[in-house]
């Protein structure tokens, strides 16, 4: 009873705070108008509370569309993962940016902690296990090409955002492959050498500033061989 009594009390002192200042906003004198807004009655003036001079925008101005176009393209979508390996990435910018990231630390954290770092077979089958894994928590919206050379030669590994996980002779992600794989299906062949891969890039190229409908100023080759990971001009 005592602590309704003083739930009681207190709900009667805020009503009674409530009619003091509800009584004392009824006694302060309304604003006088202004000259504008008394010399004219349609003036919207009179009935704005917050004349435009007063108003403060929301929200800042929106980056301009030029830089934030710059910025996308000067992203590289190919990652160096070590030594020998690197990571093609495409998909929502955040996921596959936080998971590349990831990816990097986990594979430092197993070589410290085994003594040697994961093959290429190896790093594609942790790769397709992490992706399953998320599946049933969260999807990562990225797809990955992984290439590397080790003891067992050279290897790519095609990866998807269902963890589908296969290794291929060619291969490609996004919406331009189809356009372009048509172009490895015919040219490419086993004993492929480097001038000759130049190309078939150099047609696949070709065929997307002809084809595809989103302007691509520049494209970035890469190559993995035993003398590691490194830009082709």
Known sequence: MAADTNAGRSIMVFK?????????????????????????????????????????????????????????????????LDDSKMLGAVGEPADRASYVEWLKANMKLYALDSGFGMGTHATANYIRSSMAANLRKRMTQANFLLAGVDEDGPGLYFTDYLATMHKMPFACHGHGAAFILSIFDREWKPDLSLEEAKVVMAHCIAELNKRFMIAQPKFTMKIVDKDGVRLLD
């Open 16 to 80: 009674q705070d409530e009619d003091k200042v509800r009584s004392a906003a009824l006694r302060r004198p309304a604003p006088a108008p202004s000259p504008a807004a008394t010399a004219n009655p349609t003036d919207p003036r009179r009935h704005d509370p917050h004349p435009p001079h007063a108003r403060t925008p929301t929200h800042p101005p929106a980056a301009p569309a030029a830089a934030t176009a710059a910025a996308s393209r000067a992203a590289s979508q190919i990652h160096v």
